[in-house]
Structures are given as structure tokens and as C-alpha cells.
């Protein structure tokens, strides 16, 4: 696996077409000042002839701590990945090294053999897991909430356990993010229970 390095480390990265990234920048999420790829921590693959970067910054302004995760095509155009960055950083670290990462130049077909086919393996993937995530969490029709609140969340009382369908789930944790795990049940956008064992 390789480790995280400093972006900047890894750029510039050439695509098959011959385009090529020498700068990476992104705004900072809280005070907006542009960050480039000095003030960013992880790593910069090229895979499927798309550059792949999970990473973390860090203003040096604000000192906030935001991730970046993203795709950027032969066209330079940059996508956004849905794979939570932490997976999608170890998958980038543990991916072989390809053939055209040491040298795009010593293969120029590679891109144009590929191009019209070329689609974002890692966020079809992303996008794949994001369904299954979905479609395994509970869902129900008869929803009854129990009396008795362990504390409130967003002004809202948190009630201690649920009846869904009849089933008893007892309150797990607060999810600001709304992430549901597979047997898990969302209340109110923000509260997961599971089923009591
Ligand atoms: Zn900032």
C-alpha cells in the first residue's frame, strides 16, 4: 500500500491524450480561500486514464479539515466521487501500479483505445454500493413511537425504542449525515435504530 503524501507530490499527472494536471485547487469549505495541492494530504492515481484523488486539506487560514475525493477526466472535467473518501483513499493506495502511471507517453493508443468506453469505474462502483447501502436498510409502514425520550436532537425528542410493523428497534445513534447501515432504520432524517436482539 502507499502511503498519503502531499498532492503536489504527485502532479503532474499526464493523460493518454496528452492534457495534463499540474494544479489541483479547491476552495476551503468554511472561509473559502483557495487551497492548492500543497495544503492537500493522500493520493493522486491515474486509473482508466482518469486521475483519482483522495485526499485531505487543510486551510491554512482557517485551519479547517475538509475532505476531497474526486475524478477527473482526459477532458480535465472534474466529478465528484459519492465512495466515502476514507475507502476510496485505501483503494487507491492499495491499487497496483499500472503501466501507464510510469509512463503515459510510452503508450500513446492506450487513451484512444479506450476513450469512448472510458466511464468512471470507481464511481459506478460508488454509486452501486450507495444503492445497496439503501436498499438494505429497513423500512416500514406502521411507525409508533415510544413515550419515553432518551434526550432531544434538533428539538425534537429522541423516543428511547420504535415499533416498525409491529417489530421492536431500540434507538442505536444520532446520524447527522443520514448514513444508514444494512439493518438499520431512519427516523426523522437523523436517528438510526436497530432491531432490539
Ligand atoms: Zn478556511
Redesign the pocket.
Known sequence: MQPNRRLSDFLPLKFANGNQVKQFSKP?V????MLDAKQMNGIARLVENHIAIAATAQ?P??S?NFGVACVINPDKQVKRVVLPRVLFNLYLRALPVQKNELSAESIPNRGAMSRPEVRDAIEDAAEIARRQASAQQVKARDIVRSEEALGRFNEKAIPAWLLLDGQRFDFERIAPNAQVGEGEFLLDDCLIYRAKV
Do not use: D
Open positions: 476551503c468554511r472561509c473559502g480561500t486551510c487560514k482557517c479547517e
